[in-house]
């Protein structure tokens, strides 16, 4: 079997990053989607770091730029709406030249990938793999829908609850660890009154904010929780019922969000995991993003998600008929990159959501120190302010 056969489960922002570097590559990548589409669900997502330089060198950057939601501030209030704290990004010392690094839109980011990528890929939507079973010399994959197909090599990029990881690795609960938050979002179909400024209301162990993109806005939920039995990350009515559940009698916007979820279609609800894995191949499948290493919180997923996809089609560029020591390759240089990340996850969750009043008093308290802080350092003089 030819070795630059390549299926990819997911079309999400792992996959068709991946399927444009292999098309570039020499290879033959088939992308398959169980959605009927690219899906518009999710918070805004960052581009940062080497997520920008793989967007430049596929030439995407500026139309990201373009798309990005220009956010500069971060505004916590009180349930009657008087700020309490926050952080002004352009206040912060290097923030402005995060001047390269980009916050989008999920969808306006996986759009963009996809209308790329489909130029030199094959994309199948509405799909998913129901059998994998690999041999010495290939991959033989059935479909939902399609009819079966050979390959040479298979890819999971296919998110936290991957189907590939479950069907090659073993059952989600050997690999998946629940961080002890929730997180859901929906649009609300109109401009935030502060286009640039996320603002947001805690209460002990819960945040709600509202988040502004270009031209509409959305609502983003965190909130502290135990694990929930038996739970099924595609059951929108189950998510509306946590939801209401968890946000119930709160102040601020509250009820009128709250109002937004029960009448939207749009709802996007998860668990915030951890996903770590002793290896991320066996034999001829491999997986990439959060199937193999989630970091589901605030946006950092995306960025190792590009990354990871223009390492793995390097390697495998690099050695086409040694697919093994390819893999190994590209675990080893993304493991650097994502296992800081997955470190962090317990300080930004304590920072955006405070188990206690005194938590949420102490980081509001915090956040007005720093961002004054920042100012100072960056205004004329300060030279001899810190002499």
């Known amino acids: 079997m030819d070795d630059r056969t390549v299926l990819i489960s997911g079309a999400g922002i792992a996959g068709p990053t991946l399927a444009y570097w292999l098309a570039r590559h020499g290879f033959r990548p088939t992308v398959v989607e169980l959605a009927t589409g690219v899906r518009s669900s999710g918070s805004p997502v960052d581009v940062r770091g080497p997520a920008v330089e793989v967007a430049e060198r596929m030439g995407i950057a500026e139309r990201l730029r373009e798309a990005g939601t220009d956010v500069t501030d971060l505004w916590f209030v009180d349930g ?39 130029e030199e890929a094959e994309f199948i939507f509405g799909d998913s793999i129901t059998g994998i079973e690999q041999d010495e010399h290939g991959v033989d994959v059935t479909f939902r829908h399609a009819p079966p197909r050979r390959f040479g ?27 002890g ?11 935030a009154p502060r286009p640039r400024t996320v603002v947001a209301h805690n209460t002990p162990g819960r945040m709600a904010a509202v988040h ?33 559940d968890a946000y119930e009698g709160g102040g601020w916007r509250i009820p009128e969000l709250l109002d937004r979820v029960r ?25 990439l993003g959060d199937a193999a290493s989630s970091v589901s919180l605030f946006g950092d997923g995306s960025t190792l998600a590009m990354a990871g996809a223009y ?77």
């Open 80 to 118: 009657g709406g008087r700020r309490t704290g926050g952080l002004s990004l352009s206040a912060v010392p290097g923030a402005a030249a995060g001047a390269r690094d980009i916050e989008i839109g999920r969808g306006d980011l996986a759009t963009a990938l996809h209308q790329l990528a489909s």
């Open 153 to 179: 090599l298979v890819i999971g990029a296919d998110g936290q609850h991957s189907a590939v990881r479950r069907r090659v690795f073993g059952p989600e609960r050997r690999f998946v660890t629940h961080a």
């Open 181 to 191: 938050l929730y997180v859901a979002t929906l649009p609300l179909g109109a401009p």
């Open 212 to 244: 502004p993109r270009r031209g509409d806005s959305l609502a983003f939920f965190a909130y502290r929780a135990v694990p929930v039995p038996d739970f099924d990350h595609r059951d929108t009515a189950a998510h509306k019922r946590l939801l209401l």
């Open 263 to 287: 009448a939207t279609e749009e709802l996007y609800f998860d668990a915030v995991s951890r996903v770590r894995m002793d290896r991320w191949s066996h034999g001829r499948t491999a997986l």
């Open 311 to 387: 390492t793995l089609a390097a390697e495998l560029a690099a050695s086409p008929e040694d697919h093994a020591s390819a893999f190994r390759r590209y675990e080893r240089r993304h493991r650097g990159l994502v296992e800081p990340k997955q470190r962090g996850v317990g300080r930004a969750a304590a920072m955006l959501v405070p188990a206690t009043r005194g938590g949420i008093v102490a980081r509001d308290l915090a956040s007005r120190a720093w961002s004054a802080g920042a100012a100072l350092w960056k205004r004329p003089g300060k030279e001899r302010a810190t002499a």
